[in-house]
């Protein structure tokens, strides 16, 4: 296993447009985290499933934002209707417990043009 | 989560020995301190978390004055592969070490020259 993999590495799309990102986590990893970071900040906590459950939204996460996790493995972020300011990257992270570190994919960067 | 403050930026060069300090000042009692590093285009990566003291692997070493208000992360003899933006964070293990609403500032810029 080579760890957290997202797809695509690289979005550039028109404003307006639906985008889909997907996650796969490290197998046997129960608990998945979206983030999503902007030039020169850090990032910031976006959602968190543990399997196929999301237990909890950051209030960054608007109505034009969806995540699932059908099967409690992969996971996808879908924007819909896609603004300027959603141009960042967004990260995907998976642990196996709540109580140990977190493993991050290298991110899907977004354009939105 | 407690509010962290670190230099927005620092240089070095190779082999020298690095030290990245953080204030925290409202560090709560259950808190701990953890310092993850990122790679242009890469996610973070888990550094080092400890409570007290010090603790040291195989990558840093992590220092914990006893008022908890700071701490220091440490480097030692630093390459250009080091080169990175290092991230400061202080919460409850369960939080700042499982990335369950991990809150990152905008970090410390390390610069390591030849």
């Known amino acids: 296993d080579t760890g957290v993999s997202q797809d695509p590495r690289h979005k550039i799309t028109k404003r307006g447009q639906n985008v889909t990102f997907r996650c796969d986590p490290i197998?046997?990893?129960?608990?998945l985290y979206w983030y999503r970071q902007t030039l020169g900040q850090g990032p910031e906590f976006l959602t968190y499933?543990?399997?196929?459950?999301?237990?909890?939204k950051s209030r960054l996460l608007s109505d034009r934002f969806s995540a699932e996790r059908p099967k409690g493995s992969f996971s996808t972020l879908e924007i819909q209707r896609t603004e300027q300011g959603d141009s960042a990257m967004y990260l995907c992270?998976?642990?196996?417990?709540?109580?140990?570190?977190?493993?991050f994919g290298q991110g899907t960067r977004l354009t939105v043009v | 989560l407690a509010k962290t403050t670190q230099p927005i930026s620092m240089d070095s060069y190779e082999g020298q020995e690095v030290n990245i300090t953080c204030s925290h000042n409202?560090?709560?009692?259950?808190?701990?301190i953890t310092w993850y590093q990122q790679f242009p285009s890469q996610g973070p990566r888990f550094i080092i978390q400890?409570?007290?003291t010090k603790v040291t692997n195989e990558v840093a070493s992590l220092f914990i004055p006893a008022d908890r208000k700071s701490s220091t992360l440490s480097l030692p003899r630093v390459s250009l592969s080091d080169t990175a933006v290092y991230y400061c964070?202080?919460?409850?293990?369960?939080?700042?070490?499982?990335?369950?609403?991990?809150?990152f500032g905008s970090g410390t810029q390390l610069t390591v020259l030849p």
């Open positions: 964070l202080v919460g409850d293990r369960v939080s700042s070490g499982s990335a369950r609403q991990l809150t």
């Open positions: 197998s046997e990893h129960n608990r």
């Open positions: 992270a998976s642990s196996r417990r709540d109580r140990e570190e977190a493993f």
């Open positions: 499933f543990q399997n196929e459950a999301q237990l909890e």
């Open positions: 400890g409570y007290k």
């Open positions: 409202n560090i709560a009692t259950n808190d701990y």
